[in-house]
């Protein structure tokens, strides 16, 4: 089993910046595809953006070029940098894990992901 926890969210105003961290624990070993959705209350979970373990990334057309996702040491971290934030930004940011390889058509689709984090509020005013 493979467990979550999230940091980093907060307030800030719009065209400033935040650095969510994912910290995984358990056996991470398996995870091949880690990434983060954000769901907004009412509404579906919506990809933001993962990172496979060959390096790959994939974004959400919304955030590309503000926010770029990374992956930490021993690969049980993992990082979102989101830069020149605005208040449609505004949401709840899951991290996300799978061991299975991201998928590059699907990768926005939230069955794929077995394992979630809790989750941590990101406000852009």
């Known amino acids: 089993h493979v467990q979550l926890v999230e940091s980093g969210g907060g307030s800030v105003q719009a065209g400033g910046s935040l650095r969510l961290a994912c910290t995984a624990s358990?056996?991470?070993?398996?995870?091949?595809?880690m990434g983060w959705f954000r769901q907004v209350s009412g509404k579906e979970p919506e990809g933001v953006a993962v990172?496979?373990?060959?390096?790959?990334?994939e974004y959400a057309e919304s955030v590309r070029g503000r926010f770029t996702i990374s992956e930490g040491n021993a690969k049980k971290s993992l990082f979102l940098q989101m830069n020149s934030l605005k208040p449609e930004d505004t949401a709840m940011y899951f991290c996300?894990?799978?061991?299975?390889?991201?998928?590059?058509?699907?990768?926005?689709?939230?069955?794929?992901?077995?394992?979630w984090g809790q989750g941590t509020q990101v406000t852009v005013s």
């Open positions: 996300v894990a799978d061991r299975s390889s991201c998928n590059s058509r699907l990768w926005h689709h939230r069955d794929l992901y077995q394992f």
């Open positions: 990172f496979d373990r060959d390096g790959t990334t």
């Open positions: 358990g056996y991470t070993n398996s995870n091949r595809c």
